[in-house]
């Protein structure tokens, strides 16, 4: 199985459609939520290498992106492989 993390913020509509769409795919994921804590913020920009917004998306330590990434990787086939 995969190991998939998300760098989330509580209030972000686009970081609970994109863990919609990994619970809809049956997927387990570690959710890292970043909601005032300046430390994560920064590994997560860190590992991004630049973006700062969330969510930020990680399938076995590869960098996917936001949600829209996320959701153009289902559409092309490319993420269930992943999985």
């Known amino acids: 199985m995969a190991k998939i993390e998300i760098y989330t913020k509580a209030t972000c509509p686009y970081c609970h459609r994109a863990k919609a769409l990994l619970n809809s795919k049956g997927a387990a994921f570690e959710e890292i939520a970043i909601?005032?804590?300046?430390?994560?913020r920064e590994k997560m920009i860190a590992r991004t290498g630049g973006p700062s917004t969330v969510p930020q998306i990680f399938i076995d330590g590869q960098h996917i992106g936001?949600?829209?990434?996320l959701h153009a990787l289902d559409a092309k086939g490319g993420l269930d492989p992943l999985l």
């Open 35 to 40: 909601d005032g804590d300046a430390d994560k």
């Open 66 to 69: 936001g949600c829209d990434d």
